[in-house]
């Protein structure tokens, strides 16, 4: 009788909920793995197709998956956004920044250019005086100096000449630098789907003029890679905003560095890629100095997705 009436007394357990700072750690990190994957099956494919023509079939399925619920929550406004000039530079800027870094990763290691990108911070700690007037601090601009240095450190000038692929990937994360400064600026307007589902299509409709000259027979292979990128790149938008709509932008910024240790993982078992350690280095450099302006300044605000190009 006292053990059954213990047990009535006891009070049912609710389950316990995980907290909206973990969940959003989480998302970033699984977001920014899956980026690595879709990149590095961009990389697979650029062995077979040309550049253009991946990154065109991977923009039209993003926009495929994107643009039907932007549609259903705003409406007419994600083809005719009201700060429609603003949009257009975006999308362009962003699709030119798209082009450039599958190009580089098509001649150099995943994780070689995915560090080289991740500069974004440091030119975007540049210019938002400018763009955003947003003040930024002398030892941010130290951090800037000492960032770029270990983009040096990955590139390696020397007296024989850069490799191109290299530039193609600092193109890349200058280009996403800026679209992340204007996605600041369109912030205070427009909403975000918007912004991307109006990226998206301007992409996939500007890369369609390049097919005449690009276009390769795809085989049944081929199209379900570029099935699968795309759908894992849509996944990763949405994993990573969902995760900045829960949880604090300043302490989910640094994380989204954890990518290039996913890029590393993802290299070596596509392609048997591992950077070396001077390349360890430089990424450190590249990291530390991100990290830093990130957690000590507004700057880390400036976008919720990261380098998911």
Do not use: C
């Amino acid at each position: 009788m006292s053990q059954n009436s213990s047990r009535g007394n006891q009070q049912p357990t609710s389950p316990r909920r995980i907290s909206p700072l973990y969940l959003g750690v989480v998302l970033v990190v699984v977001g920014f793995s899956l980026a690595s994957v879709s990149d590095g099956i961009s990389k697979l494919l650029t062995t077979g197709l040309p550049v253009l023509l991946v990154v065109w079939g991977r923009l039209v399925v993003n926009a495929a998956l994107l643009v039907p619920t932007s549609l259903i929550r705003h409406g007419h406004k994600t083809f005719v956004p009201d700060r429609f000039g603003l949009q257009f530079f975006r999308a362009a800027m962003l699709t030119v920044s798209i082009v450039a870094f599958i190009w580089a990763l098509s001649g150099m290691p995943l994780a070689d250019a995915l560090a080289i990108v991740f500069a974004y911070p440091l030119v975007i700690t540049m210019f938002s005086p400018m763009v955003l007037g947003e003040p930024s601090h002398k030892s941010h601009w130290l951090a800037v100096i000492v960032g770029f240095a270990g983009v040096l450190v990955v590139i390696r000038p020397g007296f024989n000449s850069v490799d191109y692929h290299a530039l193609l990937a600092l193109l890349a994360g200058a280009g996403y630098a800026g679209t992340l400064l204007i996605t600041r600026l369109l912030s205070r307007t427009e909403p975000p789907l918007v912004t991307l589902s109006f990226s998206l299509l301007f992409g996939a409709l500007a890369l369609s003029f390049s097919l005449p000259w690009v276009w390769q027979t795809i085989t049944v292979d081929q199209l379900g890679l570029l099935l699968l990128s795309g759908i894992i790149s849509a996944a990763v938008h949405l994993l990573i905003n969902h995760a900045y709509t829960i949880a604090p932008a300043a302490t989910l910024a640094p994380i989204g560095y954890s990518e290039i240790i996913a890029a590393t993982a993802v290299g070596f078992v596509l392609f048997g890629d591992f950077p070396d350690i001077v390349t360890w280095v430089g990424i450190a450099i590249i990291t530390a100095s991100g990290i830093y302006i990130a957690t000590t300044s507004s700057s880390s605000r400036v976008d919720p997705a990261g380098p998911t190009l």
